[in-house]
């Protein structure tokens, strides 16, 4: 099992920054691989950043590539999302996961889940 607790969601302006925290307990071979997601009402879940911790490998999807970056801390279990030119469409719940995989419709998706934090990007 894993735990995740996330934080460092709000509110903020186009262009502002942000910083989202998730801290992992628990079985340290599921949480080789984590990431962000996030989901907006009526839209689908979007995998937004992907880490290795392992080798440190990270993955991005196409519409944060360049604003967005994904670290962690092995020291704290932590992994982090920094959100940096924040836009309107940004405006999410986003949720820390672990242990990912790509299901049979070829989506990424992961087998824990942390609560969600939310994010609104205000024009």
């Known amino acids: 099992q894993v735990q995740l607790v996330e934080s460092g969601g709000g509110s903020v302006q186009v262009g502002e920054s942000l910083r989202l925290s998730c801290a992992a307990s628990?079985?340290?071979?599921?949480?080789?691989?984590m990431g962000w997601f996030r989901q907006a009402p009526g839209k689908e879940r979007e995998a937004v950043a992907r880490?290795?911790?392992?080798?440190?490998?990270?993955h991005y999807a196409d519409s944060v590539k360049g604003r967005f970056t994904i670290s962690q801390d092995n020291a704290k279990n932590t992994v982090y999302l920094q959100m940096n030119s924040l836009k309107p469409e940004d405006t999410s719940m986003y949720y820390c996961?672990?242990?990912?995989?790509?299901?049979?419709?070829?989506?990424?998706?992961?087998?824990?889940w942390g609560q969600g934090t939310q994010v609104t990007v205000s024009s």
């Open positions: 880490i290795y911790t392992g080798g440190g490998s990270t």
């Open positions: 628990g079985n340290t071979y599921s949480r080789y691989s």
């Open positions: 996961a672990a242990a990912l995989y790509v299901d049979s419709a070829g989506r990424w998706t992961a087998s824990y």
